[in-house]
T-cell receptor, first 110, second 115 residues
Framework: AQSVTQLGSHVSVSEGALVLLRCNYS??????LFWYVQYPNQGLQLLLK??????LVKGINGFEAEFKKSETSFHLTKPSAHMSDAAEYFC????????FGQGTELSVKP | ETGVTQTPRHLVMGMTNKKSLKCEQH?????MYWYKQSAKKPLELMFV???????ENNSVPSRFSPECPNSSHLFLHLHTLQPEDSALYLC??????????????FGPGTRLTVT
């Protein structure tokens, strides 16, 4: 069965620290994977996507994600957190439809 | 207006009311979606339309009734809702279901409270 698992419902980092949000997937076919961000009282905004081209994908706001087939992972990273990065982040897998993970809330401490 | 817009942004309704949520996309897309986002739960896909035809109803109760008059507009008609229906309702659009452009673009949502 196709599924997406985000490890950690809440992650807290200090401003300037590395951000690492974990996503693992299960798919019987080559996956298309996405990261979305949701700021309070807003809809979801696409951060980046993997569609079987380069395994390291760069997105907006300095985020990037690396597709690792052997680990069935698509973790999201950013070298240096900013206060404005505080939001909820969703990993999603495209099969016939989009399957979303549970979400990870990122807090950034000053 | 650009992107995907939703109105109203906030709605409070009683269990016996009838109301409608509206979504409009200005992206030239042909697929549109309704999602329900409840606290502490994953996003739940409710309905999918492709070129105005409904392609998916994800076992949604009949008190939710979608309507897609054209590829740019999507409605969700609500009647005799329950308090557990209180949630953020998100609309999204994508190019279509078969072109290979898979990303979905979301509206800001309607925060629905059923009293």
């Amino acid at each position: 069965a196709q599924s997406v698992t985000q490890l950690g419902s809440h992650v807290s980092v200090s401003e300037g620290a590395l951000v690492l949000l974990r996503c693992n997937y299960s798919s019987s076919v080559p996956p298309y994977l996405f990261w979305y961000v949701q700021y309070p009282n807003q809809g979801l905004q696409l951060l980046l996507k993997y569609t079987s081209a380069a395994t390291l994908v760069k997105g907006i706001n300095g985020f990037e994600a690396e597709f690792k087939k052997s680990e069935t992972s698509f973790h999201l990273t950013k070298p240096s957190a900013h206060m404005s990065d505080a939001a909820e982040y969703f990993c999603a897998l495209k099969t016939r439809k989009l399957i979303f993970g549970q979400g990870t809330e990122l807090s950034v401490k000053p | 207006e650009t992107g995907v817009t939703q109105t109203p942004r906030h709605l409070v309704m009683g269990m016996t009311n009838k109301k409608s949520l509206k979504c409009e996309q200005h992206l030239g897309h042909n697929a549109m979606y309704w999602y329900k986002q409840s606290a502490k739960k994953p996003l739940e896909l409710m309905f999918v339309y492709n070129f105005k035809e409904q392609t998916e109803n994800n076992s949604v109760p009949s008190r939710f009734s979608p309507e897609c008059p054209n590829s740019s507009h999507l409605f969700l008609h609500l009647h005799t809702l329950q308090p557990e229906d209180s949630a953020l309702y998100l609309c999204a659009s994508s190019q279509d279901l078969t072109s290979g452009s898979y990303e979905q673009y979301f509206g800001p949502g309607t925060r629905l409270t059923v009293t």
